[in-house]
């Protein structure tokens, strides 16, 4: 039998907030010389996710399904190591990369070409890797040879293309998805949607957060409902959408 992809047991995420006094310039030396004087400034926080206890096997596709401010991005972000886990246990066995903000880390003055190697080290690839790469990159963004201009002066359609083609050329093990990422650009659309529709065949689980329903059903058979950041349902993906319709609706 093989292991599963993930394994979570009582995990929690707690993020700190800081009295005021403890943010001061003025209050700096004191707070360097205190270490009591800092952990009491930290003890106030908020807990997003509340003891979530779960697996991901291998071929499953998990929906997370939640309101706003459920904990549904803060779950995706802790799986895939951006957060670290405040309490309980995380085993991620495999390669986990989350298609989150894809412009994130780009850099305006750069060239497209730059960009490329930028995003790609940034996201763990090596030279090598990416210089294997960057032909296909180039070619699915269909940029020309406007991916030797700085990326500055693109058009948002522009942007997105080279943003989309360069996040998406990793195919991780285990896929996590805050939304499905399209392109309002039509011409760019049919691409898009078939990348992305192969980056979810290959992989080999899958953890999506999307408030779109019939995508859901599409590409999961499992549903898991947050609520203020505690699972709330876990269990098929029809039962999982209805029991979260009553819920916002009692």
């Known amino acids: 039998m093989s292991e599963n992809l993930i394994d979570a047991k009582n995990l929690s995420l707690s993020v700190p907030y800081y009295q005021p006094e ?134 948002t359609g522009m942007m997105l293309r080279l943003a989309f083609a360069v996040s998406t050329m990793i195919e991780p093990d285990i896929l996590l998805l805050d939304e499905w990422i399209g392109s309002g650009d039509v011409s760019f659309r049919d691409k898009t949607e078939e990348r992305m529709n192969s980056l979810v065949d290959k992989s080999r689980g899958l953890v999506l957060a999307t408030h779109n329903a019939m995508l859901m059903k599409r590409l999961c058979s499992r549903g898991i409902v947050l609520d203020n950041g505690s699972a709330v349902f876990d269990g098929e993906i029809e039962a999982a959408l209805e029991f979260y319709t009553r819920m916002i609706n009692s």
């Open 22 to 155: 403890a943010r001061k310039l003025m209050t700096m030396p004191r707070r360097l010389l205190s270490d009591v004087y800092f952990r009491r400034a930290r003890r106030s926080g908020r807990t997003i996710l509340k003891n979530l206890t779960f697996s991901l096997a291998p071929g499953e596709r998990i929906g997370i399904i939640g309101s706003n401010g459920a904990g549904k991005s803060s779950l995706l972000r802790v799986l895939g190591g951006v957060y670290p886990v405040t309490d309980g246990e995380l085993t991620v066995r495999g390669e986990a990369r989350g298609l989150f903000n894809i412009q994130l880390g780009m850099n305006l003055e750069g060239t497209g070409i730059e960009n490329i190697y930028l995003r790609g080290l940034q996201m763990g690839l090596n030279l090598t890797e990416i210089r294997e790469r960057v032909e296909s990159v180039v070619e699915f963004s269909g940029l020309g040879d406007d991916i030797n201009a700085p990326i500055g002066i693109y058009s």
